[in-house]
């Protein structure tokens, strides 16, 4: 257990949906990223939060928001869900906003638009 | 924008060789880290570089952070079943506008048949 909590682990919806993820960060952690893993591109960074406020921004469509909460858990908003949404998406944490170290990344929560 | 090219993409091990794979940037790095995922789990750390031509061991992990600051590279030593899993590079830059972990596409650890 890497102590970033990732939920839900699966989900299945249909294209023009929305739907939430969630992420728990690892205790003491402020800063919570979020990466898309799909078979022929990799970890994707999409968005980073520190401490509630939006850090940094990666290649996240505009169907897809997210936010962190003041108990610093957060959630990843996708919108109007295309087949090619599809695909594993990572919650990782780390102490601070600019961290030299590694981050600890969650199990996933794969999402299937069908 | 920054690309880490890793590679091979793929390989195939047989117990106890030794693997070496190695990832390559068109930019500067001031961070190199290695990760494992497993099927079905998230990436997990296995080896930090901070500092050009540093040589890091964890185990019979064993990586380098390449005199350049724009390449690195992990070898695996008398390798084992459990090292099956894809491997990812990934670099960190705080000069650019982007100063996030920028992930390799991963080499993809097999065992022989």
């Known amino acids: 257990d890497s102590g970033v909590t990732q939920t839900p682990k699966h989900l299945i919806t249909a294209t023009g949906q929305r739907v939430t993820l969630r992420c728990s960060p690892r205790s003491g952690d402020l800063s919570v990223y979020w990466y898309q893993q799909s078979l022929d591109q990799g970890l994707q960074f999409l968005i980073q939060?520190?401490?509630?406020?939006?850090?940094a921004k990666g290649n996240i469509l505009e169907r897809f928001s997210a936010q962190q909460f003041p108990d610093l858990h957060s959630e990843l908003n996708l919108s109007s869900l295309e087949l090619g949404d599809s695909a594993l998406y990572f919650c990782?944490?780390?102490?601070?906003?600019?961290?030299?170290?590694?981050?600890?990344f969650g199990s996933g929560t794969r999402l299937t638009v069908v | 924008g920054q690309q880490l090219n890793q590679s091979p993409q793929s390989m195939f091990i047989q117990e106890g060789e030794d693997v070496s794979m190695n990832c390559t940037s068109s930019s500067i790095f001031n961070t190199w880290l290695w990760y494992k995922q497993d099927p079905g789990e998230g990436p997990v750390l296995l080896i930090a570089?901070?500092?050009?031509?540093e040589l890091t061991s964890n185990g019979r992990l064993t990586a380098q952070f390449g005199i350049t600051r724009k390449d690195s590279f992990l070898n695996i030593s008398a390798s084992i079943p459990s090292d099956v899993g894809i491997y990812f590079c990934?670099?960190?830059?705080?000069?650019?506008?982007?100063?996030?972990?920028?992930f390799g596409k991963g080499t993809k650890l097999s065992v022989k048949p």
């Open positions: 990782a944490s780390s102490g601070g906003d600019r961290d030299n170290y590694g981050y600890t």
């Open positions: 990934a670099g960190r830059n705080y000069g650019g506008s982007q100063g996030n972990l920028i």
């Open positions: 939060y520190y401490n509630g406020e939006e850090r």
């Open positions: 570089l901070y500092k050009a031509g």
